[in-house]
């Protein structure tokens, strides 16, 4: 799979004539983030993830993000706020999709379509960000027609069990990340090696907790980032990159932990509907890959190994994510 991702980044770095730093703001940068368990050839609990973003930086954020964003550390100083907006989709299931029927020490079905506002900033030594999420988790998310498709496509075991998934409920979240760089050996055209620092809070219904980790990155000519996107609850790297006529590459390896207050996708919903499992309140993740960045297109593989989320989970899990970027 890393081969693969380092060809494609080769082949399509070639395609897309670089843009300057400088005209930045006549574009817009695309994101595109695929997750799924089938990069650990398994097909349970967080099975698949996908997303679309996009991030302006010449349109400042909406009134009523900003008012959000300056009430957190880190926005008192700031004079413009760029923002992007996402839109993906997550699916869970059980361990065995192939019995109708629910265990009762498993996590339920469900899935969650939903769509985030963030404004953020970032600068050599840190950033800061604020996000906002609006959603739906049951059947009105389509999970059961979009991984039966799917199935049913490349011929594997279709799922049974959608009909016992969370009913319908929408969700609400608010979040804010920071990232601290602590140590930086890195220069302009050369190798380097940097050392971060991550930690974040979200509040609301689909998912509440706190986090706090750290990761290395090593490689050359390393960008101003602090890592790729990721979906949540992970707190996502920054995501966002100034385009460059140079070519920079990185791999990273990284930890993550997580207090859990609520998780609605392994917890059941939040009034009434379908009950779910106890959730274990403490999970942590390691997480390492790569990424390849030339001109205005970007390419990043992450490989995660996350601790049991819930209690009688059989084991941990692990799944890869892969994220696609272009300045247009």
Do not use: C
């Given at each position: 799979m ?14 897309f ?5 400088e ?6 940068l695309w994101?595109v983030?695929?997750?799924n368990d ?5 097909d349970?609990?967080?099975t698949?993830g996908v ?5 302006a930086t010449a349109?400042?954020?909406p009134?009523w993000?900003?008012?959000?964003a300056?009430r957190f ?5 700031a ?9 993906g989709?997550n699916m869970?299931?059980p ?6 029927e629910?265990?009762p020490?498993d996590?339920?079905?469900?899935a ?5 506002f ?8 840190g950033?800061d960000?604020?996000?906002v999420?609006?959603?739906i988790?049951?059947p009105?998310a ?5 991984q039966r498709?799917?199935?049913r496509?490349?011929?594997t ?14 969700t609400?979240?608010l979040g804010y ?9 890195a220069?302009?055209?050369?190798f ?5 620092l991550?930690?974040?809070m ?5 998912h509440?907790h706190?986090t706090?980790?750290?990761f ?12 790729p ?10 995501g966002?990159f100034?385009p460059e006529?140079?070519?920079s590459?990185?791999v990273?390896v990284?930890?993550?932990g997580?207090?859990v207050?609520?998780d ?7 009034i ?5 499992v ?6 942590g ?6 990424v390849?960045?030339q001109g205005?297109?970007?390419a ?8 049991r ?5 059989l ?14």
């Amino acid at each position: 799979m890393l081969r693969l991702v380092w060809l494609a980044a080769i082949v399509a770095s070639a395609w897309f004539t670089p843009i300057l730093a400088e005209e930045i703001e006549d574009h817009s940068l695309w994101i595109v983030e695929y997750e799924n368990d089938i990069f650990a050839g398994e097909d349970r609990y967080y099975t698949s993830g996908v997303r679309l973003s996009r991030i302006a930086t010449a349109r400042e954020a909406p009134s009523w993000l900003e008012s959000i964003a300056v009430r957190f550390p880190g926005f008192e100083d700031a004079t413009a706020l760029p923002y992007s907006l996402s839109i993906g989709h997550n699916m869970y299931t059980p361990a065995d999709i192939v019995n109708p029927e629910l265990p009762p020490d498993d996590r339920p079905y469900a899935a969650w379509l939903h769509m985030k506002f963030s404004t953020g900033t970032l600068h050599p030594k840190g950033a800061d960000r604020v996000r906002v999420g609006l959603g739906i988790v049951g059947p009105a998310a389509l999970g059961k027609q979009i991984q039966r498709g799917v199935h049913r496509a490349i011929d594997t075991d279709m799922p049974t069990g959608w009909d016992t998934q969370l009913k319908n409920e929408p969700t609400l979240l608010l979040g804010y990340d920071r990232f601290r760089r602590i140590v930086d050996w890195a220069k302009p055209d050369r190798f380097g090696m940097d050392v971060s620092l991550l930690g974040g809070m979200t509040l609301g219904n689909a998912h509440t907790h706190a986090t706090i980790g750290s990761f290395l990155r090593l490689g050359h000519n390393l960008p101003d980032d602090f890592g790729p996107p990721r979906i949540t609850p992970a707190v996502s790297g920054s995501g966002f990159f100034v385009p460059e006529s140079t070519r920079s590459w990185y791999v990273f390896v990284g930890s993550e932990g997580r207090l859990v207050g609520r998780d609605l996708f392994i917890e059941g919903n939040t009034i009434g509907g379908r009950d779910g499992v106890d959730a274990r309140r403490m999970v942590g993740e390691l997480f390492g890959g790569l990424v390849y960045t030339q001109g205005r297109f970007r390419a990043a593989y992450t490989h995660v190994w996350r601790s049991r989320e819930f209690e009688g989970q059989l084991a941990a899990q692990d799944y890869g994510a892969l994220s696609v970027s272009l300045w247009w």
